[in-house]
């Protein structure tokens, strides 16, 4: 099973990206999925997730009001990027976590499934 991470590129501030994650089967109805970042010399941060159901989602305050994550079934996880920072130049990465609940977990170390990453880069 593996998540295919798309979408990223050069923008400029202000600009806006769609990043993709698509899963190889069918299997993530039980998973919550999550965007993480990663900048040079910083720790990975989560970003947003949505749960299992769909209907519980969560964002990093640095990107609330610009940042909209959507699950549109278990395969496709997208995250739309408004209005987007330079200090939003990362690495990102989608994960999905199994979740007996439904609920969104903030930790990298609750998912053990992630994509390969995509590169985004704001230029000022």
């Known amino acids: 099973v593996q998540l295919q991470a798309s979408g990223g590129g050069l923008v400029q501030s202000g600009g806006s990206l769609r990043l993709s994650c698509v899963a190889s089967?069918?299997?993530?109805?039980?998973?919550?999925m999550s965007w993480f970042r990663q900048a040079p010399g910083k720790e990975r941060q989560f970003v947003a997730g949505?749960?299992?159901?769909?209907?519980?989602i969560a964002y990093a305050d640095s990107v609330k009001g610009r940042f909209t994550i959507s699950r549109d079934n278990a395969e496709n996880t997208i995250l739309q990027m408004n209005a987007l920072r330079p200090e939003d130049t990362a690495i990102y990465y989608c994960?999905?976590?199994?979740?007996?609940?439904?609920?969104?977990?903030?930790?990298?170390?609750?998912?053990?499934?992630w994509g390969q990453g995509t590169l985004v880069t704001v230029s000022s």
């Open positions: 994960a999905a976590g199994f979740s007996r609940w439904d609920e969104v977990r903030g930790s990298p170390n609750e998912y053990n499934i």
């Open positions: 089967r069918r299997t993530f109805n039980d998973y919550s």
């Open positions: 949505v749960s299992r159901s769909g209907r519980k």
